[in-house]
Nanobody, 124 residues
Framework: QVQLVESGGGLVQAGGSVRLSCAASGVTFSTYTMGWFRQAPGKEREFVAGISWNGVTTDYADSMKGRFIISRDSAKNTVYLQMSSLKPEDTAAYYC?????????????????WGQGTQVTVSS
């Protein structure tokens, strides 16, 4: 049974940092391309960042470039999202997603597995 479990969310002040984790189980993690998406109330889910199954390729939404870093540790079956210089508009539920082998994609529809999400709230 595939499980993706996010953690690390919470309340943070504007300008602060937080690191999200997504632990995978029930999969051969080293074969999975992983993505982070977010969804704010009343808005559509949007791509945040992605990392290929072999860690060679990363991609970021334009508004996250230079502020967010995605990484993975295959020994721990975990993907991370380090978020810095946070803004109130980064407030959202953050979800990790996985797809086996495929390239990094900004489309949520290609990811077959999803976590339950973790809330990040940035106060001004």
């Amino acid at each position: 049974q595939v499980q993706l479990v996010e953690s690390g969310g919470g309340l943070v002040q504007a300008g602060g940092s937080v690191r999200l984790s997504c632990a995978a189980s029930g999969v051969t993690f080293s074969t999975y391309t992983m993505g982070w998406f977010r969804q704010a109330p009343g808005k559509e889910r949007e791509f945040v960042a992605g990392i290929s199954w072999n860690g060679v390729t990363t991609d970021y939404a334009d508004s996250m470039k230079g502020r967010f870093i995605i990484s993975r540790d295959s020994a721990k079956n975990t993907v991370y999202l380090q978020m810095s210089s946070l803004k109130p508009e980064d407030t959202a539920a953050y979800y990790c997603a996985g797809r086996q082998y495929g390239s990094v994609s900004r489309s949520s529809s290609v990811y077959g597995y999803w976590g339950q999400g973790t809330q990040v709230t940035v106060s001004s």
